[in-house]
């Protein structure tokens, strides 16, 4: 038995047979149209409505005012977070829409 094999014996043997083989198709196999298969839609379960829960709000007072070492008023406003720093800052940069000057005064929670 010969160790050495010819380029075409190794690519048979590597990729197979040298023409591929296709499948045989039927023609009357393609022609046909499977029949619908009819189904109920399935029914959805209703959401059920969520009661509103508990919102977490803190109440922040703000001293307020144009002039500065002027009359200064106090406004109070309630932030929906648990945050202490984010209902802060909200406050501050709804106050500063309307007045110069803004102090901190609490932040508590309701």
Sequence with gaps: MSTELTEEEMRRALFGGAEPTLPLIDS???NTVP???LT???KTAKKK???RRFTPRLKVTLRV???FEGEMHEIVHEADTL???VAE???TKTARKKFRFVEVVSVKSI
């Design 65 to 67: 005012g144009n002039e």
């Design 89 to 91: 800052q909200d406050a």
């Design 28 to 30: 009357r196999a393609q």
């Design 83 to 85: 945050s202490l720093l």
């Design 35 to 37: 029949d619908p298969i």
């Design 49 to 51: 409505q969520v009661s």
């Design 40 to 42: 109920k839609p399935v």
